[in-house]
């Protein structure tokens, strides 16, 4: 069966036209830029790549990304409009799509599509070839390719490099100098974590006119090695644990943003880096490229509840069998088979640690305090507290504030009744039993699992002294330590 060039044109259009996950953090052409550096990272096994952007003139941009590789490994992959086998490298060469995506979102229109793909290769005596160079427009494998023997200053050893023409409309609101330069920087920093690759720089250039902004990658940080640096002062860790099942194994990390969000955020990532419910996600990798940065409530498959402010995770998939991601490499496959039973598995041992369910201060007690209505986290236990008995006495050495009035006094055989009631302090929920196949071990970095559960119950005394909320904070200063014990106590808490 032969493809005529409308054909590649129908297909050129429906890519272009179909939607990318996550659009709302990124424009698309920007979500699917990594699938450029992946070839140059995975297959070409490159260790320098500059990705350029030339913003000069806003109808007739220029991306150019060049890598020091091994040069374009399948030229025959390269044409194919997507890959019936996975590639050799099986974390960033999927299918075999990624760059044709990329590239129809940069460049829409198939007809006026301008781009070009150079490389050059080395034998193993270290002889240098001729420079290849593949041009649009698409025609799968009838796709023009020629070999240019006098050319030596593009990619003059080996390597690749891609060029591109696109509209400066496919940026959206990114289309400065600076917020170019950020976007790109922050997308480079959340889909790979560099310890997980062999060493590299990725350097970052954005030229308009005579303005020319530079950044390269060893001066940044990941979002999780940033997380790891805040700790423990702006951040603190609540889960770490490598959990394998089968052929797949889990590197499983939580952190909580502590600092008050009003005021906090890790320079250079905005959108992932800041305590709000948006930037609330589990990130999700096979190795080290990240694929999703999934939202928190979604993952737990719980409705978004302000208890999970702040939070954010990471998961690497390791192993023999790895979930599968979508087509372009922003998503996961959730009907994958592999993924299905991990998310199963994940949720079972971090659920019980990362939820903290919330209790509603009554009105009235915050109202006795001084202070206005507010939430504080509660344990799993924790139950609504019940209406005061007018015959039960207050403890001994709490001391109620000037305008409440003091219980009324009841018989004894009464007060031996309410005593009796009041509550054992709450308990937090003990640490989740794995299924007997599935292998719980510390992480293989970064030392032994830290102890998640405290081995004894939390007393009203513990809870003031942790003091980690504002409202707890606030009111002793403002009343003194025996006041909160006292409100603790007619929460039943």
């Known amino acids: 069966m032969t493809v005529s060039r409308n054909d590649f044109h129908g297909l050129w259009r429906a890519s272009a036209n179909e939607g990318v996950p996550y659009s709302e953090d990124f424009p698309e052409a920007l979500l ?32 150019i990304i060049t890598d020091n590789g ?75 390719h020629i070999e240019d023997d006098k050319n030596d200053d593009i990619c003059p050893d ?42 590299h720089t990725i350097n970052v250039k954005i030229v308009n006119g005579v303005s020319v902004l530079e950044q390269k990658s060893n001066e940044w940080k990941s979002l999780r090695e940033c997380l790891e640096a805040e700790i423990p002062i702006n951040v603190k860790k609540i889960c770490e644990r490598e959990l394998t099942l089968d052929k797949t194994t889990a590197h ?17 990532l905005p959108t992932y880096g800041r305590k709000n419910m948006k930037a609330s996600r589990v990130h ?34 390791t192993g023999e069998e790895l979930p599968t991601p979508c087509t372009t490499k922003v998503k996961m496959y959730e009907e994958c088979p592999v993924f299905k039973k991990m998310i199963t598995l994940i949720r079972k041992n971090v659920d019980p640690i990362i939820t903290k369910p919330t209790v509603k201060v009554p009105a009235a ?12 986290k509660a344990p799993e236990t924790a139950k609504e507290p019940a209406k005061a008995q007018t015959t039960a006495k207050a403890p001994a050495t709490a001391k109620a504030p000037a305008t409440a009035k003091a219980p009324a006094k009841a018989p004894a055989k009464e007060t031996v009744k309410a005593a009796a009631s009041v509550k054992e302090p709450a308990k937090l929920p003990a640490a989740p039993t794995c299924d007997p196949q599935v292998v719980v071990k510390p992480p ?18 513990e809870a003031i002294d942790d003091a980690d909320h504002e409202i707890l904070k606030n009111l002793r200063a403002k009343y003194g330590k025996e006041v909160l014990i006292r409100v603790l106590h007619e929460m039943g808490i």
């Open 365 to 376: 007690v915050i109202q006795a305090a001084g202070g206005a209505p507010s939430t504080i």
């Open 284 to 317: 999700i990798a096979r190795h080290g490229r990240y694929i999703e940065a999934m939202p928190i409530a979604k993952f737990l498959g719980k409705e978004e509840h302000n208890s999970l402010n702040g939070k954010i995770g990471f998961i690497r998939f």
């Open 70 to 144: 091994k040069g374009l490994v399948s030229e025959k992959r390269m044409k194919e409009w997507s890959s019936k086998d996975v590639g050799s490298n099986s974390t960033e060469n999927v299918y075999g799509h990624g760059a044709k995506k990329a590239l129809t979102k940069f460049a829409p229109e198939y007809s006026t599509a301008t781009w070009k793909m150079y490389w050059r290769k080395q034998d193993r005596r270290g002889l240098v070839g001729a420079l290849n160079i593949l041009s649009s427009p698409y025609n799968g494998l009838e796709t023009s």
């Open 32 to 63: 699917t830029l990594p699938e450029f550096i992946d070839n140059s990272l995975g297959a070409g096994g490159a260790t320098v790549i500059e990705v350029k952007f030339n913003i000069t003139n806003p109808k007739d941009c220029d991306l």
């Open 252 to 268: 499983v990390s939580f952190y909580e943003i502590v600092a008050d969000g009003r005021s906090y955020n890790i320079p250079g």
């Open 158 to 199: 080996h390597g690749t490099r891609l060029t591109i023409k696109f509209d400066i409309d496919v940026l959206g609101k990114f289309d400065s100098s600076d917020s170019l330069m950020a976007a790109v920087q922050e997308l480079i920093r959340v889909r790979y974590e560099p310890s997980q690759y062999q060493p």
């Open 444 to 461: 293989s970095a970064g030392g032994a699992a830290q102890q998640i559960y405290p081995s004894k119950a939390i007393t009203k005394e």
